[in-house]
């Protein structure tokens, strides 16, 4: 068996010591004769286990007692319309921030729920850049302002939201979330499937601060409802047991290997180093991003001539650097370089690289 370097932007590499550790307790987990997968999730095994990986993500990511966390199914995309249903009501307006394609997709997604307000967009720009603070246009007492902070197939991202005062931040972490620290206090609403940064997919995360989540701005089904989600600890229905356990299972990784401090230094010298042989490759290679804002997750790039993406992508992927074709929307190359990926599979890719760039000139 051969694993390769896998830049896949999601479900994507997950670390090799949660594979293996998963594999030799697919069995029989937690002394209960069986695997994860076939235990009532009503048993106090499951449920100790959860109550685990919640004490571990509050602790890693200092969420206070401010905030829910919730563990649930659909991904971002069933939470853009879910949120609005949620936390905001029918003549309401709710802010959106364009920064790239999944906060385009968010906005459409809530457009049903209430009237809604472009803040401001980088669409002119062809999603390279953010916005700057003095071009948004704000609607006083709206009910959130969208963010998305890692645009994961534009590869535009930025660390903190500006203060915009007492409108809630809700934001879009799906490909950035564990990556690094973040002041969670800052924002009302945290979401993020976990098939980057935190786990495989079939789970997302909400961290939902008490306030909004006392919000009753329509009538909902329990199934729908965040509130009826945190009343039953997240398990209103049959939750995803398996890829909950590997969330788990990724943070105990994360901890072991030094926390979010940890995890933001490496994630921070991986970037830097395939930005710094784009940008050291003569326009060979190029990236589009406004340097202010390029990400640290997902590194967008085009070859100098497109005839050259074939065998870029052939020649790569036989050197065992998988998954490294682009988003359709934006062309060329995408490498993701999430938590799981190592330096020395960002090395492998840039030796890759100039390797190529001196075989086809
Ligand atoms: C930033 C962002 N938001 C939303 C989504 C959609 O997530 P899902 O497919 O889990 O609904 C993605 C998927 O890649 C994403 O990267």
Redesign the pocket.
Known sequence: MSRGYNFS??PSAMPEPVLRRAQAEMLEWGGQSASVMEISHRGKAFVAMTEKVEADLRRLLGISSDYAVLFLQ?????HFAQIPQNIAAPDDTADYLLTGH?GV??LSEAKPYMRTNIVASGEAGKYTSVPDRSEWQLTPGAAYLHV?P????HGVEFETVPDIGDVPVVA?F??TLLSRPIDVSRFGLIYA?T??NMGA?GL?VLIVRNDLLARKPRPLANILSYSAHAKEHSLLNTPPSFPWYLTGLVLEWIDGEGGLTAMAARNRAKSELLYAAIDGSGGYYKNPVDVRYRSWMNVPFTLHDDALDTPFLKESEAAGLLALKGHKAVGGMRASLYNAMPLAGVQALVDFMGDFKNRHG
């Open positions: 932007a999601g659909g991904g971002a995309t069933q999944w997709k968010a998305t890692n645009e994961t197939i879009d799906s490909s499937g098939q980057k997919s997302t």
